[in-house]
């Protein structure tokens, strides 16, 4: 009996062992993970074991993000804390025990909040920031910091400090900003969901272009207490994720009152939005939606007419659906601009409060030099403000009326919304300055919006549609895009860091081919590399082949008896050897995957259409 026994615990322990072996992190909602906890499939340990064997795999290695700062050494013990605590009087709230990634300009008491700057990289606040302290009540884990544009002031995401965070969707991109290391990091699951900032854009244009939902939240929503400031008037705080259901759970966490923010007076006696419980809580069909035309001109192809197939979506569940215009929208725009004119003294401010000792100023980080080049024109621009002038008194009054004439509009024309593109262009090379950005209508005017995925450009990049709403419409915003998102599916994860295979990140295949047809003699090596998504090459023609070769293509076919449509040219006339890299389509990828990747060889001794050669 007692063999018995021994045995059955020994089975149940295997089968425990299986199960969490089972469960992985990758794409998994805020849900899942609570699912899986509860039913002791995983523990919260073990969570933050999976998070950070993918930062390791994916944000150091493989494809390189460089979206993490640094990880918190204290979130395995902390995780431990809550699943005994979980074990004894079960979960604090639906995010006890799960890991979250943290914008590096939200105070972290026990962890450096530089802002992105080797001015800050050993500033250590003394005060947790409010929505941090909110979220640690709830049982959520800071599992990391994430990388962001130098005192979030650009929307590229390089800084001094931690240099250029790439886009998991295509690593030659910028991924947004500021909070692009937030972006970056949610969409490669290296934590459940992530918390940006937002000045103009710095969560709305990370979200677009990280197949995101981001919501810029009516402003004193929410506490902006203890994050690093760039301009008072004009920053929120709040989270990026993957769903809007994950969204809605941090936002009833982090939304309210803050007695040390004065912003979110205007919420004190207001009853919560309760984001959870309204999620579902929307009629399409009793929607008028403003289409603002102004920012869909000069828009990219792949941006307008994704968007406009969201819209016909919508109309085809009954939202009515109408043109506007915002009379000098963009001279309301310049009036109102603030981020100049107060970052000296709000940064200024926020150092000496939090107990900033080596850099007690603007001044000092720019005297010596502690700054990237990106932001040197921005920092200089500040540091010569005077916040006391008569302009930036006149700014304050352009906010007021810009605010005044949007609500207008809005009445007037009947609109539960405005929409338009996040950003009317495509994610740009690294090293180029990002254009197309539509931040500054809910920046300078307060009002809540919206950044939802809708689709991807022909060359997989995602694409991104903003609703904005009246104040405290934010609830209501979140329920339109996700009716949008579970009619449509349009999240998609990032071909560069896929699921770990045993823990471990999938290997490059080298594939080596011969050719030996009609007097062609050439051997070929192919390195297909998903991680940073190409296929690597070399190519040596034998010098004693009989006939000329024309071409060497790599080619997509649709079946076995396609030769396949040529997609890139490896080798040309009168070469007799190539090498090189080819950056794959999503439609590469899966005919590689499916074996309809093939060599197309054209020579003077082959038929017309050449040869083929499949792989791998």
């Known amino acids: 009996m007692r063999n018995f026994c021994l045995l059955l615990t020994l089975i149940l322990i295997s089968l425990k ?129 994430t990388n962001l544009h130098e005192y979030a002031y650009g929307i590229t995401t390089v800084g001094s400090l931690f240099g250029q965070t790439l886009n998991p969707y295509d690593i030659r991109r910028v991924p947004g900003g500021s909070s692009g290391g937030t972006g970056a990091a949610v969409a490669a699951s290296f934590g459940s969901v992530g918390l940006g900032s937002d000045t103009c854009g710095s969560i709305r244009i990370p979200s677009s272009f990280n197949n995101l939902v981001g919501l810029r939240p009516t402003k004193g929503l929410s506490s902006i207490y203890g994050v690093m400031p760039l301009s008072h008037s004009q920053d929120v705080a709040g989270p990026l994720a993957r769903s809007a259901a994950d969204l809605a759970i941090v936002l009833d966490v982090v939304s309210g009152f803050d007695s040390r923010d004065q912003a979110t007076e205007i919420v004190r006696t207001r009853l919560p939005l309760n984001f959870v419980t309204n999620l579902n809580n929307v009629n399409l069909a009793q929607l008028r939606v403003g289409k603002l035309t102004e920012f869909f001109e000069n828009t990219s ?99 007021l009326l810009f605010k005044e004439q949007v609500l207008n509009i809005m009445e007037t024309e009947g609109l539960d919304a405005i929409v338009y593109p996040t950003v009317s262009q495509l994610p740009v090379q690294v090293g180029d300055a990002q254009i197309g950005s539509h931040c500054s209508l809910s920046a300078n005017t307060g009002l809540p919006a919206l950044s939802m995925p809708v689709g991807f450009s022909g060359n997989d990049l995602p694409i991104g549609l903003e609703l904005l709403g009246k104040e405290f419409a934010d609830a209501e915003l979140l329920a339109i895009a996700n009716a949008y998102e579970k009619a449509n599916s349009p999240r998609q994860a990032p071909s560069t860091t896929p699921a770990l295979e045993n823990g471990v990140a999938p290997q490059a295949q080298i594939t080596p ?54 997609v890139h040219n490896l080798l040309s006339p009168q070469s007799m050897s190539a090498s090189g890299e080819y950056f794959m389509s999503s439609a590469f990828r899966e005919a590689y995957a499916t074996g309809r990747a093939r060599l197309r060889v054209f020579a003077e001794s082959l038929p017309v259409g050449g040869a083929l050669l499949q792989f791998p």
């Open 17 to 145: 062992a299986v199960a969490q072996q089972a469960f992985d992190v990758f794409e998994a909602s805020i849900a899942d993970l609570q699912a899986a906890m509860a039913a002791g499939q995983i523990s919260s340990e073990q969570l933050v074991e999976q998070y950070i064997a993918r930062i390791e795999a994916y944000d150091k290695n493989g494809p390189a993000l460089n979206s993490i700062v640094r990880v918190n050494p204290e979130a395995l013990s902390l995780a431990r804390a809550l699943d005994s605590e979980r074990a004894v009087s079960g979960p604090r709230s639906e995010l006890h025990g799960i890991p979250i990634l943290v914008k590096d300009n939200y105070n972290t008491v026990g962890l450096p909040t530089s802002g992105g700057s080797v001015a800050l990289a050993g500033f250590y606040p003394n005060a947790n920031a409010t929505q941090i302290d909110k979220l640690i009540a709830a049982g959520a884990i800071v599992l990391a910091k």
């Open 301 to 399: 192809g792949a941006v307008s007419s994704n968007i406009d197939e969201a819209l016909e979506w919508y109309e085809s569940q009954g939202v009515e659906i109408v043109e506007i215009e915002i009379p000098d929208l963009e001279e309301s725009i310049a009036a109102s601009r603030l981020i100049t004119q107060e970052f000296r003294n709000d940064l200024n401010a926020y150092l000496a409060e939090f107990g900033s000792e080596v850099i007690s100023n603007l001044q000092d980080v720019i005297s010596n030099s502690l700054y990237h080049q990106a932001v040197d024109g921005a920092l200089q621009r500040s540091a010569e403000f005077e916040s006391d002038s008569e302009d930036y008194q006149q700014r304050q009054k352009a906010r």
């Open 513 to 566: 081919l011969s050719f030996n047809q009609a007097g062609i003699l050439f051997e070929a090596v192919l390195e297909f590399d998903q991680l940073k998504n190409i296929v690597g090459y070399s190519l040596v023609v034998d010098p004693e082949s009989e006939a000329e070769l024309y071409s060497v293509t790599f080619a997509i076919a649709e079946d076995e008896g396609d030769p396949g449509s040529i």
